[in-house]
């Protein structure tokens, strides 16, 4: 009972995981569009999955520091875009466009809804353009963050999210020319799992919460514009700098296959 407890004890770690939600659920009830008490319910029980979702993660970072090791982070990424592209691709066969399945009638729904990346044509170029420049300075920002600063369970996470769900994205408007979401909350909204990916990145409120190293003081507007401006200094020469160790050592792996052999 007191395990049970202290792993759903509220705390404000586990409340950020929920925030995101309960912000749209505000903004859905403002406009008037939360007009009954079974489209609240049904609105409200995905704050449960949510909190639960945090109080796992939270239970998780204190007995670990980290997702995976290097290879297993990526084996991870991998893992997490085929299930979203497996999974729309399964829908897309059978489930009939615009149409629902229920999973559990008026709660949760299987759907295919297209959302088109398509309007204007000549934006598909500057999407796939904007989702490569996000999926790689993730890889640059979180390299950087682990090597100067420190290595945590939710630096690992929010890398996942942001890097899985811009990479869903990309395979989406390549691929598709559109994205498929198929996971609905009835006359609420209808995502896919590269959202739910893109939900981590709220582990980087708890990092910074959680690093003792990160300043969260106000300095004024001139200080925080020079330390912001020396942040992406050290990020540009950190990155500059990688880029020329993976070049040289491609170098030196290439030269190694062409040495003659005795």
């Known amino acids: ?28 009830a403002a406009g008037g569009r939360l007009i009954s008490l079974h489209q609240l319910m049904v609105g409200l029980w995905p704050l449960l999955f949510f ?60 759907a295919n809804v297209t959302a088109s990346w398509l309007t204007p044509a000549w934006f598909k170029p500057v999407l796939i353009l904007a989702f490569v420049l996000v999926v790689s300075l993730s890889v640059i920002v979180y390299r950087y963050y682990v090597s100067s ?15 899985a769900g811009y990479v ?5 408007v390549s691929l598709r020319g559109y994205t498929l979401d198929f996971i609905q909350i009835p006359g609420l909204v209808t995502s896919d799992f590269g959202d739910l990916f893109l939900s981590l990145a709220a582990c980087v409120v708890i990092e910074v919460l959680d690093n003792p190293a990160i300043s969260r003081r106000w ?23 990688d880029l020329r160790s993976w070049w040289i050592a491609i ?12």
């Not at 300095?219 to 700098?241: K, P, Q, V, Y």
């Not at 170098?251 to 005795?262: C, E, N, S």
């Open 1 to 28: 009972m007191q395990t049970a407890y202290k792993f759903f004890r509220p705390t404000v770690y586990k409340l950020i995981f929920t925030a995101e939600w309960v912000a749209y659920i505000l903004l859905r």
């Open 51 to 110: 909190y639960c979702l945090g109080c796992a993660l939270v239970a998780w970072s204190q007995r670990v520091n980290r997702v995976a090791s290097g290879r297993g982070l990526a084996l991870l990424v991998i893992v997490m875009v085929a299930l979203d592209q497996v999974s729309k691709t399964a829908i897309s066969m059978f489930v009939p466009p615009n149409a629902t399945l229920p999973l559990v009638k008026g709660w949760l729904h299987l």
């Open 149 to 163: 600063k420190r290595r945590s369970l939710w630096t690992d996470l929010v890398f996942l999210g942001i890097f």
């Open 168 to 172: 869903t994205r990309l395979c989406d």
């Open 219 to 241: 300095d004024g507007w001139r200080a925080e514009a020079e330390s912001t401006h020396r942040l992406i200094t050290n990020i540009a020469t950190f990155a500059a700098e």
């Open 251 to 262: 170098g030196l792996k290439g030269k190694g296959r062409d040495a003659p052999k005795d």
